[in-house]
């Protein structure tokens, strides 16, 4: 739905009723209700002739800033005159040169209907914004308009023009809302005040001194002279204010007012600001004289009101207004009007009529006067149709749900009403009017209930963790529902209010079930108590005694622990003194869910005293897995032992030992390691950690395993070899922390079985970034792992070959050519066969175009390596690259014919422009790879132009035409209709038939690329234009742009066969992917299958995106 401004709106549904009444009588209608006529004239000052141009109007468009009300505005606009003197003359065409004339307005026609609209936006040019403005702006409730009109001999009453409607706008210049008032002339509605019903007879000296009391002129008076010499400071006459009403300036009167120093500044002849306007003096001489002023005008003010509800025979001392906002309709007093003069809720458009125009008397309260018959039928059709909606909408919002619990399928079991066969069988869902009382509801469910002998009681049930409770049963009859304050899906328990399946049932919040739970020490078969905690469910009413737990779980005598965890301030476990046992659950503050913890007072091995520290939370109170991986032959394969986040690494080690009963010489020569989900060994944990210190979780897996674990000034490192490394291949290696690359290096082959290979250095150092692949190389083959920041757990990689010197790079050479759907290699414009014997080929899906029917694979073949100087330029590297043996095959003429791009992933990344710029200046890094693309002829690309491949689509085959090279210049703005219109120019097609849309390969999809997806924001509200190197399409040097000419081709999609069949592989790899993973987990899943108490689930997960814009 498009949104119009009032003043747009009007002049379109003007325009719309005319094209409508063409060819009726009424096709002049708007012309004779609106249509008005105003003449501009120039008068000469020398000769006095007159020049007049007549203007037409259908509503007068009147100035509001620098005016004080619509009668100053008419004024400036049709009775001052503009005088042209000076250097301004007026060029007279009787005398025939330049003279003084004067220039003035007049209103010659009046139309019967006089619309006005006041200008309340404007536009500041200093602050280059629009603004509303909100100054004062009166106008009045009738007009005499004949000292704005041409001379003529019409009845004075002529002129005479009444007001009857008034648009509001409510908001800013970017946006508000509209309501209207509109005056009832015909008597139609119900005008009466909710307050008038309340307070009929109102005292007009009563309503004088409440309007006196709230005027902030008033308020401010008395605090001053409450004052000393009457002064105070500005901002302690604001505090007063405060405390003497309750409610500051800002909240109160600042919307009418405004600032309270510039209200001061107003009422100068009562206040008097010193001159920094920090304190505020009240003038004694004004005082009396501005307070007697204020009293006569507010008696005015009164005098005017009625005395009493207007009624229907004084239409013009008492009119009917209402205010209309949206489906709200409210009377408002004339004297609401005013309201309306200023702020940021102001009058936007008058509306007058002329006072002769009457409606005859018997139209007064009759709103079928002078309708045709066929329209008072389909009036009468559509009332009809309105009553029974809103008889279907009554019944649907005095209706709710209320769902029965039948008694007798109900038993009391573990200290909760719970169903007998299944909750579906037991509960009736009922629909109910809520209007009816509850004797209609239980009469009701007699009539349901055939079946049912004796009383019938019904009452308030809910479900709480323990089951089914009764809270309150339901008296009085003759109550309706709502009276009741039952709510709509509220559970109703139907019973004869005493027992259910013979068992006395208590009722009430007081003894309402909570599901509490136990923790307490196991038993085992032999009666000795276990170090393993156990966790039970129970029930206890919430008027019980704590005490009553002991009797439950047959313990004679103990000690209880609460959990006070969600207290405010204190989080652990709190021991109930002896006194206090006899205490409610409620009462020590229990509720669904919390949890006791009991210890037998007989019971030594108390969980929780360790090592003269008392656990202070329930989270503490754990277990570590371990798993014997010592290769050593044993009767348990895991063990669980308990732990807390302070216990050492060394004592869990010793337990786990003695646990899987091994040898005790393994206490010296033994490690514990973390294992990940995936089943991995991670780094060695030393012994004199504790388990919060090893960043250790309870209920994660450890493995025993032999060898010590390294010191403190040892490092343990994973290593492997190349660069392509799978998980759970590496190898292992610990070494002094301050041993050096070189060093490492040498450990790492003579382990690998490689140590003649370090003859010639044809081997360095990697270290694995986050990605699992091959980071930077460890240059310094002098400096230490610790100088390097190597941390144990670190993965080092073994990569043959040797490190180029400081400051050079050693590059690796692709060539990269457009290759069709044959798989042979083609030029743009020409195709050149050549052969790929010396090197290897990479192929994979790529965003840069192919010259075949469909996106096609970039293969990349193998040239060689380059080893160069950072400060070489990018030509200097094109030319070295020419001199590798496979480039005398491609006849490529000059390095200027070559194009040259990074590699990333295995195909074309980054374009690299400005051959005369050095390679350390595009920040490639040690580990870059190019690729070199043949031209057909030379190219200087700009910094801000972008290369793209674009691909017509062929009509009706799914296919695309070859690929051609367009460069666009993104510096005029970057947008989607800058794009568009390039691709049209390129294509000589009409850029309002093409459609382009861009192409990623790695999801097969394809793009459009819109001009009209353009957004406003809703702070600043202006337009953000479609900036195309930003999210959703990232566009950048190499992608492919699908083109669509709509003159012969008008298939929405864009998507080729290719694309389908990429999109059915990618489900089925990720299928694939999925089993694996599953599989994976089922096989590591055995770390944990013998545990005693089942995991802890997992938090959820949440997706992560992350995007990184271009920094070209």
Known sequence: MRQHDVQELNRILFSALETSLV?????????????????????????????????????????????????????????????????????????????????????????????????????????????????????????????????????????????????????????????????????????????????????????????????????????????????????????????????????????????????????????????????????????????????????????????????LNNSISCPHWFDINDSKVQPIREKDIEQQFQGKESAYMLFYRKSQLQRPPEARANPRYGVPCHLLNEMDAANIELQTKRAECDSANNTFELHLHLGPQYHFFNGALHPVVSQTESVWDLTFDKRKTLGDLRQSIFQLLEFWEGDMVLSVAKLVPAGLHIYQSLGGDELTLCETEIADGEDIFVWNGVEVGGVHIQTGIDCEPLLLNVLHLDTSS????????????????????????????????????????????????????????????????????????????????????????????????????????????????????????????????????????????????????????????????????????????????????????????????????????????????????????RDCLKLMLKKSGLQDSFIGDAWHLRKMDWCYEAGEPLCEEDATLKELLICSGDTLLLIEGQLPPLGFLKVPIWWYQLQGPSGHWESHQDQTNCTSSWGRVWRATSSQGASGNEPAQVSLLYLGDIEISEDATLAELKSQAMTLPPFLEFGVPSPAHLRAWTVERKRPGRLLRTDRQPLREYKLGRRIEI???????????????????????????????????????????????????????????????????????????????????????????????????????????????????????????????????????????????????????????YILSSAETPARPRAPETSLSIHVGSFR
């Not at 009424?26 to 004239?41: A, E, F, P």
């Not at 979780?697 to 490394?725: E, H, I, R, T």
């Not at 990623?1000 to 190197?1029: C, H, V």
């Open 526 to 741: 032999d009666g000795e108590k276990c170090c393993q905690v156990i966790e039970s469910p129970h029930v206890f009413p919430a008027n019980a005694e704590v005490g009553t737990v002991l009797t439950a779980l047959a313990i004679p005598a103990g000690v209880i622990f609460i959990n006070s965890a969600g207290c405010p301030g204190g989080e652990g476990w709190t021991a109930i003194p002896k006194e206090d046992m006899r205490k409610t659950f409620r009462e020590q503050g229990l509720r669904n869910g919390s949890s006791i913890l009991i210890q037998d007072s007989h019971d030594d091995n108390s969980l929780l005293t360790k090592e003269e520290k008392w656990v202070t939370s329930m989270n503490e109170i754990d277990w570590l897995h371990v798993k014997n991986l010592c290769q050593l032959e044993s009767e348990e394969k895991q063990v669980k032992i308990s732990a807390t986040v302070n216990t050492m690494v060394f004592d869990i080690r010793i337990k786990a030992i003695k646990e899987l009963k091994l040898m005790k010489e393994l206490a010296d020569n033994s490690c514990l390691r973390p294992i990940d989900r995936n089943g991995k060994l991670l780094c060695p944990v030393p012994d004199s950690y504790t388990l919060k210190e090893a960043e250790l979780k309870m209920g994660s897996s450890l493995g025993l395993c032999l060898g010590k674990a390294p010191s403190s000034s040892q490092l343990f490192l994973f290593f492997a070899m190349g660069s392509d490394v799978q998980p759970g291949t590496e190898m292992e290696i610990v070494v002094e922390e301050t041993i050096s690359v």
């Open 23 to 311: 060819g009726t009588s009424g096709h002049d209608l708007i012309y004779r209700l609106y249509h008005g006529t105003i003449v501009n004239q120039i008068v000469c000052k020398e000769c006095k002739n007159v020049s007049e141009r007549q203007e037409d109007f259908l509503d007068l468009t009147v100035a509001v800033k620098n005016v004080s009300g619509l009668e100053d505005a008419l004024w400036n606009m049709y009775v001052e005159e503009e005088v042209f003197d000076c250097d301004n003359l007026y060029h007279c065409g009787t005398c025939d040169r330049l003279v003084k004339a004067a220039k003035s307005a007049k209103l010659r026609k009046l139309p019967p209907f006089l619309t006005v609209s006041l200008l309340r936006f404007n536009f500041d040019f200093v602050k280059c914004e629009r603004y509303k403005e909100t100054s004062c702006y009166t106008f009045p409730l009738r007009i005499n308009l004949k000292p704005f009109c041409e001379q003529s001999e019409l009845d004075d009453l002529e002129y005479i023009y009444d007001l009857f409607s008034v648009i509001i706008h409510k908001g800013g210049c970017y946006g508000g809302h509209y309501h209207v008032y509109i005056k009832d002339v015909d008597h139609l509605g119900n005008w009466q005040f909710q307050e008038e019903k309340s307070k009929p007879d109102v005292n007009l000296k009563d309503l004088q001194s409440e309007e006196e009391i709230d005027h902030p002129l008033m308020i401010l008076k008395a605090i001053l002279l409450e004052e000393e010499n009457n002064l105070i400071p500005v901002d302690q006459l604001g505090q007063k204010l405060l405390k003497k009403i309750g409610i500051s300036w800002n909240k109160k009167y600042r919307k009418q007012h405004g600032p309270l120093r510039k209200f001061l500044q107003l009422h100068s002849q009562i206040f008097l600001l010193s001159s920094d306007e920090s304190t505020v003096r009240l003038l004694k001489n004004s005082s009396l004289q501005a307070e007697s002023d204020f009293q006569r005008n507010d008696q005015q003010i009164f005098k005017m009101l009625p005395p009493e509800s207007p009624g």
């Open 931 to 1085: 690729c070199l693309e043949p031209l057909q002829k030379g190219e200087n690309l700009g910094p801000q132009d972008v290369l793209l491949r674009t691909q017509v689509r062929i009509p009706g085959e799914r296919t695309y035409a070859p690929a051609l090279d367009l460069v666009w210049n993104a510096a005029q703005g970057g947008t989607a209709g800058s794009l568009r219109q390039r691709v049209a120019d390129f294509y000589r097609l009409p850029v309002e038939k093409i459609e382009i849309a861009k192409y990623f390969p790695e999801k097969f999809e394809w793009l459009p690329i819109s001009s009209w997806n353009q957004q406003i924001t809703k702070r600043k509200k202006k337009k953000k234009q479609d900036y195309l190197q930003g999210a959703p399409y990232y566009l950048k040097d190499g992608d492919t742009i699908g083109v669509k000419n709509l003159l012969i081709d008008d298939d929405d999609d864009f998507s080729t066969i290719r694309d389908d069949t990429g999109k059915e592989k990618q489900k089925q790899r990720a299928l694939g992917r999925r089993k694996s993973q599953e599989a994976l987990h089922e096989q590591s899943s």
